[in-house]
Every structure is written in structure tokens, then in C-alpha cells.
């Protein structure tokens, strides 16, 4: 598992291969497809995530496509879309966007695609 703490300011694409918590300000995508992203309380992530469980404490803001869970907790700030196979929002969470479970399939090939499409690119 891996950590980024509170007095992180990251700008850019991360990519992990691990579980990861996220405890700073994070501008732009985070792939963690086959683990757990977790956004803590005092993170504020502004881009898309993809991974495999979303858990929100913080505030996010973009689309959070996961291939089991989002977890939208008390207290969390969730603006954007949201493509999952289960969605839970605390009813002490903000949320603005839209669900779309039936979606997940071809997030995940868009997502995928254009990953492929910016790696042959570097």
C-alpha cells in the first residue's frame, strides 16, 4: 500500500499497481485498475479515477470508474460521474453527476484505449 501525504501537491498522471490512499491535492488521473483507491479526508482530487474500489472521505471531482465499488462516505464531496458495478453514498455525502452501472464495460475500453494511446505517444 502505498501512501501520499498532506503536503503533496502532484500535477500529472499516477499510476499504481498497489493499493493507494491519497491524503494530498491531486491534479489529474489516477489508474489503479486491480486495487483500492481510497480519497482521505483531507485530499482534494480534481481528474478521472479508474480502479477497482473508490472509497471518498475527501472531495473529488471528475469521473470515479470502479470496477467493483464506489464508497461515498459522511462528510465526502463527490461532483462528476460515476461508473461502478455498486454505489454507495452516505446521505451525509455531497453528491453531484450521475450514476451509470450499466456503463462500467465500455468505460473501462475508453479508459484502457486511451491510456494505450498516451503511452505509444511518450
Known sequence: MSTLG????IKGELRA??????????????????SAVVVAGSADVTGNIIARDITVFGR??????ATDIVDVRA??????????????LDPAAFFEGRVEP???????RIARFQQRTTDAGT
Request: glycine share 6%.
Open 17 to 34: 499497481t498497489e493499493d493507494l490512499t491519497i491524503e494530498c491535492r491531486v491534479i489529474g488521473p489516477i489508474h489503479c485498475e486491480k
Open 102 to 108: 450499466q456503463h462500467l464495460e465500455a468505460a473501462l
Open 75 to 88: 462528510d465526502a464531496s463527490v461532483t462528476g460521474h460515476v461508473v461502478s458495478r455498486r454505489f454507495v
Open 60 to 65: 473529488t471531482s471528475g469521473q470515479l470508474t
Open 6 to 9: 498532506k503536503t503533496l501537491t
